[in-house]
């Protein structure tokens, strides 16, 4: 037909797209039905992480867009130690059945958790949260050598806090209960920490530098109190 031009896949195909990149973003409300996820693998392991035997979720922010695919992904509620970056690196693989609006898949915004679980006991110590504070810090330690107090077969949930330095050598030092649920467990930890826990130094500057730590250790199922605010200086990374 005169006047019409045939165009090639390819542009049809990137109009396509850049249109559905333009598409409105919706939040969760009465007309808007939540998509919800069909398919998500395991998510994996930092070798850190795995040492440190972590646990817990990050919360990642992302758009499900009308085809079911995950975009925009944004971390939410950090967890340290690399599985921030394993949890976005997770969600991407996640595919959905799409959110809609009365009837028709449209993009929204959703909050979706990423469970990181290692393996371990039941009454094994292990870590909850880690985090490192310097506004300057080009690389955070990163942990290299764990111990943890012996596990004993004894049913009580308990919860330990420590702030501590992890030195130019990548030694801990200056390490002090911030909480604890029970006196008791904190001598054992405080004691595996100083002998032996190992980093390989924040680097500051180009130089091997002393960067302040913030570790979060639970013992059993659950924290049987209020886990402390991180400082706001500190990340959790």
Request: with cysteine; charged share 20%.
């Amino acid at each position: 037909m005169a006047g019409w031009i045939a165009l090639p896949r390819w542009a049809v195909l990137l109009s396509c797209t850049a249109a559905a990149a333009q598409s409105p973003v919706f939040h969760l409300g009465p007309d808007i039905a939540a998509p919800f996820v069909i398919a998500k693998p395991n998510p994996a392991y930092t070798e850190e992480a795995r040492l440190a035997k972590l646990e817990g979720s990050v919360l990642v922010s992302l758009v499900v867009d009308p085809s079911g695919q995950p975009r925009d992904i944004q971390v939410v509620r950090p967890l340290g130690l690399g599985l921030d970056e394993k949890a976005v690196e997770n969600a991407r693989e996640w595919r959905f059945k799409p959110g809609t609006k009365k009837g028709s898949p449209v993009a929204v915004l959703v909050n979706m958790e990423v469970f990181f679980r290692p393996q371990r006991t039941l009454w094994d110590w292990h870590v909850v949260r880690a985090a490192f504070r310097s506004p300057a810090l080009e690389t955070r330690p990163a942990l290299i050598q764990v111990k943890f107090p012996a596990t004993v077969d004894l049913e009580e949930n308990a919860a330990v806090t420590l702030a501590f330095d992890v030195g130019p050598t990548g030694l801990p030092r200056n390490v002090l209960v911030v909480k604890s649920s029970d006196a008791k467990w904190e001598s054992e930890l405080l004691a595996a920490v100083r002998g032996g826990w190992r980093f390989r130094p924040g680097i500051i500057d180009g130089k091997p530098a002393t960067v302040p730590a913030w570790f979060e250790f639970v013992r059993g199922s659950h924290s049987p109190i209020p886990s402390v605010p991180i400082p706001p200086a500190y990340i959790a990374r």
